[in-house]
């Protein structure tokens, strides 16, 4: 097995499912421009409402609202918050940087160590608030796994008349979405978390509200995003939304692969520390730091067997600097900067897991001398 890739990191990327592969070969031969009103273009149309409804199904968006295809979530979080109209934005701290960096105004509400938003702090920010004001959390955090209280955030939202954007990125496919009971304004997602392919995504809009384009140009999408429809992208989407609508039970089954994980290295290190745990998590996810050995020693060894998993540290110019997720969270740089996150997706084993089980183990046998001496 080692000579076979082992990949274990659905939530930066999931491998497009079969059925996905083939609507996008299919539609790739097919030289449709949706725009166009010739035969050709109506089929690409066709094609393309008909994924629209796909999506909306999958997160029960409603007969009221719109979705506009983009191309994928980053530009979806960034249509939302520069187009929204408002003046104010409020989005938790341990938010995706697509969201944190999209203007340089955001004002950052924190969150209590388990990684849960503080919605006390979030309910004193709006206090007294006459500002037309935007409010994001995502759904489910793309390093641990967490699940926002998103119910008691629309109820702070609504008393004090703030609109509300979620990103659901990591939560569409592995929980029931049901837009028409969250009740939030705009929502994101992207097809390659879903087994659907990268470069595209979606903001869905509920509630009658709307954005200002962030690309002028042709009509397309409602007015709200210019440029030729990715046809074939769109039709992987909707067949990747239709799937994941389908297998949500199958995807709650790898609680008990992430569990085997999170039990089998405790037993092996019980140094070792992960967080989220004690919060509501999705299946998939599992987030752990082993104090001493930093995110690379881990991922070089990993990586040198096989594996594919995520450090809980980005790397960007040659630095290497903490999650800003585990630093709102309290979590000091030391444990930051030992962070591994492990995801699984639709097509994770057993035997993989096992697998990682034993090589994150030599791995810990070849170091853990060195971390008793520190």
Request: proline share 4%; net charge positive; aromatic share 4%.
């Amino acid at each position: 097995m080692t000579q076979e890739l082992v990949y274990l990191d659905h939530n930066a990327t999931t491998p497009p499912k079969p059925e996905v592969c083939e609507i996008m070969l299919q539609t790739l031969k097919f030289p449709g421009n949706a725009s166009a009103i010739h035969k050709a273009g109506r089929e690409a149309r066709r094609g393309i409402e008909a994924a629209r409804q796909q999506v909306s199904r999958l997160v029960n968006a409603g007969p009221k609202a719109v979705i506009i295809f983009t191309s994928g979530a980053t530009e979806a979080n960034n249509l939302v918050l520069k187009g929204s109209g408002c003046e104010r934005i409020l989005a938790s701290a341990t938010e995706h940087p697509s969201v944190l960096k999209a203007r340089p105004d955001i004002e950052t509400i924190p969150v209590l160590p388990g990684g849960i938003i503080d919605l006390a702090a979030l309910d004193r920010m709006l206090e007294g608030n006459d500002r037309a004001t935007l409010i994001s959390v995502m759904l489910v955090n793309n390093e641990t796994g967490v699940i926002q209280p998103l119910d008691k955030v629309m109820e702070i939202a609504k008393r004090r008349g703030a609109l509300v954007h979620t990103d659901a990125v990591q939560a569409a496919g592995r929980l029931p979405i049901d837009l028409q009971k969250l009740g939030v304004d705009y929502l994101t997602l992207t097809a390659h978390k879903i087994g659907g392919p990268q470069g595209t995504g979606c903001l869905v809009l509920s509630n009658c509200v709307s954005v200002t384009p962030l690309l002028s140009g042709g009509s397309q999408e409602k007015n709200m995003r210019a440029g030729t429809e990715n046809v074939a992208g769109i039709l992987g989407f909707g067949v990747a939304a239709e799937l994941a609508a389908r297998d949500m039970t199958a995807f709650r089954k790898l609680a008990a692969l992430r569990d085997r994980i999170e039990t089998e290295l405790k037993k092996i290190a019980p140094a070792i520390r992960f967080f989220g745990a004690d919060a509501p998590r999705v299946a998939n996810t599992t987030l752990f730091a082993l104090p001493g050995a930093s995110s690379e020693t881990q991922l070089i060894a990993l990586d040198l067997a096989g594996i594919c998993v995520s450090g809980g540290s980005a790397c960007a110019s040659g630095t290497v600097k903490a999650s800003h997720v585990l630093k709102a969270m309290g979590v000091s740089d030391a444990d930051a900067g030992a962070a591994l996150r492990v995801s699984l997706g639709w097509n994770s084993t057993e035997k993989e897991v096992d697998y990682f089980i034993s090589k994150w183990s030599e791995m810990y046998n070849r170091v853990k001398s060195r971390l008793s001496a520190a």
